[in-house]
């Protein structure tokens, strides 16, 4: 079945660690994203890749980073700089580039800083 | 700076009546408008879309309304399902360059 995998699906980490969030797709599409969703917001945009080896900061890209080497994965990281990271993290991706294509998601990630 | 609001939280609703979930824009840009279900513990599914240059999508039991004067946005679902139970999320684009999401709105459906 094709899908978008994140995993793992809970994580827990002590304040002052970096900590990598995955992201695996075999939908074969181009362009990957990463969403933040915090309590009472929507859904925010923290990087994005639209082909491999080259990403894009999105609006909350401060104390994270990706990286794009192949096509089916775009791992987030998210280091210590990142003053509030405890969220739910979704992953989706997009056949083409463009936003307005349909996006698939990730179950999510839900990161917890003990 | 919110620029896609949903100002209902949640909304109930009985099993067969229908169910209207609304969203309002700020930004007279946007020209594409999604909207995305989610239930508990998986990721967002498209559900719905519309473009600027329409004022209505329908497709089953969904149909979308825009009303661009009042940057205005509602998804209609006739009739509403429990199956249907879930968050939904508009999300709105403008040229296809970055898609901002609103907060969601919580439905339940009750027998």
Redesign the interface.
């Known amino acids: 079945d094709g899908g978008?995998t994140q995993s793992p699906?809970y994580l827990f980490r002590k304040e002052g660690q970096n900590v990598t969030l995955s992201c695996e797709q075999n939908l074969n599409h181009d362009a990957m994203y990463w969403?933040r969703q915090d309590p009472?917001?929507?859904?925010?945009?923290i990087y994005y890749s639209q082909i491999v080896n080259d990403f894009q900061k999105?609006?909350i890209a401060e104390g994270y980073s990706v990286s794009r080497e192949k096509k089916e994965s775009f791992p987030l990281t998210v280091t210590s700089a990142q003053k509030n990271p405890t969220a739910f993290y979704?992953?989706?991706s997009t056949k083409g580039g463009?936003?307005?294509d349909?996006?698939?998601?990730?179950?999510?990630t839900r990161l917890t800083v003990l | 700076d919110?620029q896609?609001k949903q100002n209902s939280?949640s909304l109930s609703v009985q099993e067969g009546r229908i169910s209207i979930l609304n969203c309002d824009y700020t930004n007279s840009m946007f020209d594409?408008f999604?909207w995305?279900k989610k239930y508990p513990?998986?990721?967002?599914?498209?559900l719905i879309?519309i473009s600027s240059i329409k004022d209505k999508n329908e497709d089953g039991r969904f149909t979308v309304f825009l009303n661009k004067s009042a940057k205005h946005l509602s998804l209609h679902i006739v009739p509403s399902q429990p199956g249907d139970s879930a968050v939904y999320?508009c999300?709105a684009?403008p040229n296809?360059?970055?898609?901002?999401?609103?907060?969601?709105t919580r439905l339940q459906v009750f027998p």
């Open positions: 978008i699906k969403y009472g917001q929507g859904l925010r945009l999105g609006d979704l992953c989706a463009r936003y307005t349909t996006q698939y998601f990730g179950p999510g | 919110q896609v939280p594409y999604l995305y513990a998986e990721g967002p599914t498209f879309s999320f999300a684009s296809t360059d970055k898609l901002i999401f609103g907060t969601g």
